[in-house]
């Protein structure tokens, strides 16, 4: 059973930064991860994909968040992170992983980001 986990969540400041991580479990074989990936949902807005990444290591960010979030991997770990620097009031809300493994696409449970001061 594919699980993913997501941590890394919390309040911060504008202007500030969190890495958020999320390690998955149940996957016989890394190499058979096509996409992974970050999406947020604000209050009361559907959930967008912000960042992901292929099995290659190609990455494409929604234009909200290009050149201040970094998603990156390590397979070693079973792991994905997303770097967030700069972070705006706007970017608050649930932040998912999601796992895409042949057709079937896995969520993780979310963890919360505010960012107020």
């Known amino acids: 059973q594919v699980q993913l986990v997501e941590s890394g969540g919390g309040l911060v400041q504008p202007g500030g930064s969190l890495r958020l991580s999320c390690t998955y479990s149940?996957?016989?074989?890394?190499?058979?991860?096509?996409?992974m990936g970050w999406s947020h949902q604000a209050p009361g807005q559907q959930r967008e994909s912000v960042a992901i990444?292929?099995?290659?290591?190609?990455?494409n960010y929604a234009s909200s968040v290009k050149g201040r979030f970094s998603i990156s991997r390590d397979n070693a770990k079973n792991t994905v992170y997303l770097q967030m620097n700069n972070l705006k009031p706007e970017d608050t809300g649930v932040y998912y992983c999601?796992?895409?493994?042949?057709?079937?696409?896995?969520w993780g449970q979310g963890t919360q980001v505010t960012v107020s001061s």
């Open positions: 999601a796992s895409t493994i042949g057709s079937s696409k896995y």
């Open positions: 149940g996957i016989r074989d890394s190499r058979t991860i096509a996409l």
């Open positions: 990444i292929t099995a290659a290591g190609s990455t």
